[in-house]
């Protein structure tokens, strides 16, 4: 069975300072990993994923997420908040190998502060 | 093509009712995902179609609920007698398994907001 752990249900970064969302993910299998941003009313979107290649991976609107195996996380930062960035965000674990259902964390929801 | 549609977007209903929901997938796509996303919760896999096969379901989806895909395009979700509990967001999700095996992320759209009263 896989399962994510998102740290952190609230999270509140000043407007130019770095975000820091946590995500440590359990698996059996070797995990592919995700990052989805959803915004108020809306579906979501992806932001960025991890499938086996390189473990620095770099997505969208400036963020970039770290796959480290001996830790189980997948941790999403950007270094440079910006109010736009406001949103509520998911961390998501597949197999791949089958059905290819996403697991999903609770989110964290991340607030910028002018 | 636009991504993948849901309709409508809100449903109110009263408690003991029939809804049903549509999505229309991204054309190529041939997975079809439902998920539902409580209030301050991640979203939770209910069933997936592969064309029209429905190829697995979650112990999530009740015998209230029954989702179809006739022609391996669009789908439905049906909840048949509502309850207070089913109040939550419907989203669909579409994706591309490729004759080769290759498989890509899932789209979302933008889902379908249930409240029942």
């Known amino acids: 069975a896989q399962s994510v752990t998102q740290l952190g249900s609230h999270v509140s970064v000043s407007e130019g300072a770095l975000v820091l969302l946590r995500c440590n993910y359990s698996?059996?299998?070797?995990?592919?990993l995700f990052w989805y941003v959803q915004y108020p009313n809306q579906g979501l979107q992806l932001l960025l994923k991890?499938?086996?290649?390189?473990?620095l991976v770099k997505g969208i609107n400036g963020f970039e997420a770290e796959f480290k195996k001996s830790e189980t996380s997948f941790h999403l930062t950007k270094p440079s908040a910006h109010m736009s960035d406001a949103a509520e965000y998911f961390c998501?674990?597949?197999?791949?190998?089958?059905?290819?259902?996403?697991?999903f964390g609770q989110g964290t929801r991340l607030t910028i502060n002018p | 093509d636009t991504g993948v549609s849901q309709n409508p977007r809100h449903k109110i209903t009263k408690r003991g009712q029939n809804v049903t929901f549509r999505c229309d997938p991204i054309?190529?796509?041939?997975?079809l995902y439902w998920y539902r996303q409580t209030l301050g919760q991640g979203p939770e896999f209910l069933t997936y179609?592969?064309?029209?096969?429905?190829?697995?379901k979650s112990r999530l989806l009740s015998d209230r609920f029954s989702a179809e895909r006739p022609k391996g395009s669009f789908s439905t979700l049906e909840i048949q007698r509502t309850e207070q509990g089913d109040s939550a967001m419907y989203l669909c999700?579409?994706?591309?398994?490729?004759?080769?095996?290759?498989?890509?992320?899932?789209?979302f759209g933008q889902g379908t907001r249930l409240t029942v009263v």
């Open positions: 179609f592969q064309n029209e096969a429905q190829l697995e």
């Open positions: 999700a579409s994706s591309l398994l490729s004759s080769a095996g290759r498989k890509a992320e899932a789209f």
């Open positions: 054309s190529e796509h041939n997975r």
């Open positions: 998501a674990v597949s197999d791949f190998g089958g059905a290819q259902k996403l697991v």
């Open positions: 991890y499938t086996s290649a390189a473990t």
């Open positions: 698996s059996s299998v070797p995990p592919y």
